[in-house]
């Protein structure tokens, strides 16, 4: 192999406006294939393999109407608990709505208040959309006996001692969950120690079965749910320990004809010293009953960022309940049925509930005041986020009838211009225009054209602004990542001493066998095959004869990966057929059989591909394409792909990606590492710029560019760490990061552990070159890293450099480049010296690589591009700019590079040549 380094290239006097100019010449050429094996066997795995875990992801029972089926599902979306986690749905949250549904009702909840600690807005009660059926079944197989939905006076229940209060129990007083509509009887007033009984009317036992739900204590001689015939218990059923309710079943065919009546008894003081019960339903069947109306759920259709649900009553009746992301209203298109709203509707079409206003909408149909609760028959039922002005309703009634029927995000990575374009558009049931909420992200710093109608929300994600409109245009800035710096040429950095660095990880990893050099699933696998290719980049930039092992084990592992052998256990991707459509990678980890944190895992690999690929176009050509489609994976930028759903792991509206393989029935879907999301769009980005795939690159490129944005604004607040009228957090929020930001609430913790490196340092991680967002808000990256060390430090005061370790140290160090560059020099050298433990080859001198090109050629300066994608422009502290340019196409190629929208130098690159052009 040759390497043929050069410390210059002289430029051809037509180019760089035509004057000759020195540059620094860091990659060179293509390398042969000659010495290497092609790899063997299928690219992928046909099927998926026999494990647990994926037999039980194809054994959900999925809820799709037909126009749907047979699309590839959108697995880590906001909203996919619809898909198959039960009948029902979990919490799905819009912004500002949070919409679910079970048996009984539609529920929406409208939180706008932040709770005592700052993660999350308190929910509440929710709204209740009830269905009525105008031409019920006169002989159900079911009827609900007791439902607990108003007070006990009412309801007709003797009352004794103080446990049970004047009426049932709302899950605001007594958070439980599995209970049907908005209340249950609970002997929680006073907590464990209070005391007493709750007896029902009798009733006639004219059915085979009666079905309840119970929660509480286990304890049967102090507490429990009794049937009495004649005054005496006959039956007994108590909790588990828990607040969740669960169902029990009574066989009462030995007691047909007789009157019964229910008490829920609770001489308890002790730990879950308490009972509660809910939805008494008498049955002629053994098994579960509805639990009210509606049978189940299921998924009509969805959007790009809205979605459409079907509840379903009988054959040919059901109601389709449509909401979106930043949607400021929730319709209801009810088919041969009729809606209670609790509460008694305005005329100015507001309603007052439970201390929120909304408004409630009925255009082409009718509302009708009943006692307690509004009627309403007709179309669609619109029901819309008033928050403290109710002249609002005004405006959300003229856009009532406006349905989404599609919405669609499409992008376009303008060059030139330095810049993510991206459109919006929303097809209406009537054409008319909609009302759209958008959120911190996309208007901070973004060039839009909204048309704002003065309406904004408080939400978990800041100040949501809402516009009109079917279409909808915002640019992000992209000013471009690199895959590679080049070696300062100055006396601060010591080749050598990066040079033994790498040398002392590579020999330890290179010793091993070829089965123990790597993870052997797809995270710790991708993660130890990124450092193997980014240790041979810098070998080859050092002319190391190390080089060319490295490149021999980066090239193996990468080929293994993308390639399957029959019988094979580890090191390959399987196809998963539909409805689970998809490319997974084997052995998994932490839940990816069933895509959870799939882009985390895959990003690694996708960059692998692109740092070895670029030097060798044949190889690239044989590989690249295996690994676009595991890219597409995760990133799927085609609109309908059989293969894949589009965008699967981010949810373009929120401007993040999702690593929950499918929502949580409570929670949300949530995303721990930012950082490796945005590894995972730095590494399409680079792969489809070594293969000269534009559409990979410039879905690369928006996710780039989109997600560093929304890490500033919703992981870090870089804009209101210092301005609490920027800020998107509650002031009651004393953490200084988010290291797990989920659907429901935000918090400083980890999945895997809660010390304070872990918590911020899983937000710095993998170190490379892509990482130079961080400058783009130096002052605060270096108050978040100060912040760690002195939480990580505890009752000892802020850790030094010298007490970090060798691990999550260097992550810190490495993240400390893109900040104080300086500084960190100084720290790794006297590491170096004294032998500290962040000296440490672990991670084959990467943090030594960053800091010193930072140091040189200086942060990222968001005032600056070039035209070529593969290129950055830095800005040292006294204002002078170095602009490095990668060219890694196999032709000359013009570039222009821009300050401040100014073109300020042209020239042209030859093919694989990396410079550092300095800029006046």
Not at 599 to 624: E, I, N, Q, R, T
Not at 721 to 738: A, E, F, L, V
Request: aromatic share 12%.
């Amino acid at each position: 192999m040759k390497f043929g380094f050069g410390d210059s290239f002289p430029v051809p006097s037509n180019c760089l406006l035509g004057v000759k100019i020195k540059m620094k010449l860091v990659f060179p050429l293509v390398v042969s294939l000659s010495f290497f094996a092609s790899a063997a066997g299928a690219p992928f795995k046909d099927s998926p393999p026999d494990r647990d875990q994926v037999k039980k992801l194809f054994a959900k029972e999925v809820h799709l109407e037909e126009a749907v089926k047979g699309r590839p599902l959108p697995t880590n979306d906001w909203w996919t608990s619809l898909l198959a986690t039960s009948p029902f749905p979990g919490r799905m949250y819009a912004y500002p709505f949070t919409i679910s549904a079970d048996a009984s009702a539609v529920k929406i909840w409208y939180p706008n208040e932040w709770n005592e600690t700052g993660t999350e807005m308190i929910a509440g009660d929710p709204l209740l959309i009830e269905p009525i059926d105008p031409s019920p079944d006169p002989n159900p197989e079911e009827r609900v006996l007791f439902d607990f939905e108003s007070d006990w006076a009412t309801l007709g229940w003797k009352i004794e001692g103080n446990a049970f209060g004047k009426s049932p129990m709302t899950n605001a007083q007594h958070g439980s969950r599995g209970f049907v509509g908005s209340r249950f009887a609970a002997s929680f007033y006073g907590r464990d120690g209070s005391l007493g009984s709750a007896t029902s009317p009798k009733f006639a036992i004219d059915k085979n079965y009666l079905h309840f739900k119970v929660a509480g204590g286990s304890d049967k001689s102090i507490l429990g749910v009794h049937l009495l015939i004649d005054g005496e218990s006959v039956l007994q059923e108590v909790g588990k320990n828990d607040n969740d309710f669960t169902w029990r079943k009574w066989d009462l065919r030995k007691y047909k004809g007789k009157k019964g009546q229910i008490r829920l008894r609770d001489e308890s003081k002790g730990g879950w010293g308490f009972v509660s019960a809910d939805h008494f339903v008498q049955s002629d069947k053994d098994s579960k009953p509805k639990s009210g109306p509606f049978s189940h759920a299921s998924t009509l259709g969805w959007g790009d960022w809205h979605v459409a649900m079907r509840l379903h009553l009988s054959t040919f009746k059901n109601a389709d309940v449509t909401f979106g992301r930043g949607m400021p209203c929730v319709w209801i298109e009810p088919n041969g049925l009729d809606l209670r709203i609790p509460g008694i509707v305005k005329p100015n079409g507001s309603l007052e509930y439970h201390g929120k206003t909304f408004g409630v909408h009925a255009p082409g149909g009718s509302l009708s005041a009943k006692d307690g609760f509004t009627l309403f028959s007709g179309p669609v039922l619109a029901i819309s986020a008033l928050g403290k002005d109710p002249t609002q309703a005004a405006t959300f009634a003229r856009h009532a009838a406006a349905i989404p029927r599609d919405t669609r995000f499409e992008w376009k990575h303008d060059r030139a211009g330095g810049r993510v374009d991206t459109t919006w558009e929303i097809k209406t049931s009537n054409g008319a225009p909609a009302l759209q909420g958008w959120i911190p992200h996309h208007y901070r710093k973004t060039t839009h054209d909204f048309k704002a109608v003065g309406i904004e929300y408080g939400t978990r994600r800041g100040k949501m602004i809402v516009a009109q409109g079917n279409r909808f245009a915002i640019s992000w800035p992209f000013t471009g990542i690199i895959p590679v710096f080049p070696l300062p040429k100055d006396g601060k950095f010591k080749p050598e001493v990066l040079s033994g660095l790498i040398d002392r990880w590579a020999k330890g990893m290179l010793a091993k066998k070829d089965k123990d050099r790597q993870g052997a699933d797809t995270y710790w696998g991708g993660k130890s095959m990124l450092k193997t290719c980014q240790a041979f980049n810098m070998a080859w930039q050092l002319k190391l004869p190390l080089a060319k092992e490295l490149y021999a084990e980066a090239r193996r592992i990468t080929a293994d990966w993308l390639s399957y052998e029959t019988g094979e256990k580890a090191f390959y991707y399987a196809r998963y057929p539909l409805p689970w459509s998809g490319l997974v990678g084997f052995n998994s980890s932490y839940g990816s059989e069933q895509f959870t944190d799939n882009h985390f895992h895959y990003g690694y690999l996708a960059m692998s591909v692109a740092l070895v690929g670029m030097h060798d176009p044949a190889w690239l050509a044989k590989y690249g394409p295996l690994a676009r489609e595991v890219v597409k994976q995760y990133a799927e930028w085609e609109r309908d792909s059989p293969l894949y759903p589009r965008l699967r792991t981010f949810e373009c509206w929120a401007g993040h990606s999702y690593a929950g393989g499918m929502s949580s029935g409570y929670d949300g879907n949530n995303q721990e590492s930012s950082s490796e999301a945005v590894g995972s769009w730095a590494g399409a980005f680079f792969l489809g710029a070594a293969m000269g795939d534009e559409d990979m690159m410039a879905t690369g490129a928006m996710g780039y560019a989109i997600e560093t944005e929304a890490v500033h604004e919703y992981w870090n607040n870089a804009y209101g760490w210092k301005n609490p009228g920027q800020s998107n957090w509650s002031p009651n929020y004393k953490p200084t990061i988010c290291s797990v930001m989920r659907d429901r609430d935000m918090g400083a913790w980890t999945w895997f552990s809660g010390e304070p490196i872990h918590i911020y340092g899983i937000q710095w991680l993998p170190a490379w070159t892509h990482m130079n967002y961080f400058g783009a808000h130096k002052e605060h990256s270096v108050f978040q890293l100060n912040q760690m060390l002195t939480r990580q430090g505890k009752d000892k005061g802020k850790m030094t450099w010298e007490e970090i370790d060798g691990d999550w140290g260097q992550v810190t160090a490495a993240y400390a480049a893109f900040c104080q560059p300086e500084e960190i020099c100084r720290v790794l050298d006297e590491a170096m010296e004294k032998k500290w433990r962040i000296s440490s080859p672990k991670h084959a001198g990467i943090p030594y690589y960053l800091s010193h090109a930072s140091r040189a050629y200086g942060l990222i300066d968001v005032e600056s591009h070039t035209d070529l994608p593969t290129s950055v422009v830095l800005k040292k502290p006294d204002g002078s700019r170095t602009a490095l340019v990668y060219n890694l196409s196999k032709s000359t190629v013009p570039v222009r590079i821009f300050v401040k929208g100014k073109e300020v130098l042209k020239g042209s690159l030859p093919a694989k040549v990396l410079m550092a052009v300095p800029l006046k």
